[in-house]
């Protein structure tokens, strides 16, 4: 009888602690989600743009296309450049009201 109740214990105290961490991890991946849909809210208001999942890998595209304009400028390569630049400006008019 005493060998079950140590074994009860234990089972109990195991499931204690491991309940502590699935709570603390699930507050932690709360907190992120929170912090990650207020930045994109935040961003999109400010830009005038709409939260959706397409807008907001049309506006990465575009800003790549810039960076990518950037590094032909720095390459001197103006044609290029030129070409990158007004394709990201171009997307970016899309999205940016």
Not at 10 to 15: F, P, Y
Not at 77 to 89: N, P, R
Request: no cysteine; charged share 10%; aromatic share 12%.
């Amino acid at each position: 009888m005493q060998v079950e109740s140590f074994f009860g214990w234990l089972g109990q105290a195991l499931g204690s602690i491991i309940r502590f961490i699935v709570d603390g991890l699930s507050g932690l991946f709360g907190a992120l989600t929170n912090a990650g849909g207020n930045f994109i809210d935040g961003l999109s208001r400010t830009l005038g743009m709409d939260t959706s999942i397409i807008s907001i890998i049309t506006l990465i595209i575009g800003l790549m296309l810039l960076y990518s304009a950037i590094r032909a400028f720095m390459r001197a390569s103006i044609i290029m450049g030129i070409i990158w630049l007004l394709l990201g400006l171009w997307l970016l008019s899309w999205v940016v009201h």
